[in-house]
């Protein structure tokens, strides 16, 4: 993981095929930003940095329960911006797939100033998609990591002004 002295964190959790963790990474790199796994990594004190992303896949149509639980256990913040991204099998369409609801709900409960959020497709075989093959393989790909660039991008942007 980056370790570098910076003021951005990301912490994620990336299951199966690490479509979010490549996510993370290009998100991570545009902020030179530390990231953290939460399957193998403890988080570091929270108020020390001025953004934090807040990512998994989507699973049944919420992000990872881990990532959840996490977030909810955490102690009301001073207000530090942040951010939520996924990938997910399926497609987000906006009016009948509502992915960020949940941990949206509990970031701003922990008084998070949420800035943005960023979602693309990735490679899925959880359940009884595994018996099919899968789907959106090759995904994310190097069009959707582009997106993530750009999305962070655009956000450096507008904390920088």
């Known amino acids: ?80 911006k942040a951010f939520l991204f996924a990938t997910s099998g399926l497609c987000r369409l906006p009016l009948v797939h509502r992915f960020e609801k949940r941990l949206k709900q509990k970031v701003k409960a922990k008084n998070f100033q949420l800035i943005g959020e960023f979602y693309c497709r990735g490679y899925d075989t959880y359940s009884l998609l595994k018996y099919i093959g899968g789907i959106q393989k090759g995904h994310p790909d190097a069009e959707d990591l582009e997106a993530a660039r750009r999305f962070a991008s655009k956000l450096k942007n507008r904390i920088e002004e």
């Open 1 to 80: 993981m980056n370790t570098e002295n910076t003021d951005v964190l990301i912490v994620y959790i990336s299951y199966h095929h690490n479509n979010t963790e490549q996510l993370a990474r290009e998100i991570g790199g545009v902020f030179n930003a530390r990231l953290v796994d939460l399957q193998n990594e403890e988080v570091p004190d929270l108020t020390d940095y001025q953004l934090i992303g807040f990512g998994s896949g989507i699973y049944f149509g919420k992000h990872h329960k881990k990532l959840l639980r996490f977030v909810e256990g955490l102690p009301t913040v001073p207000a530090i």
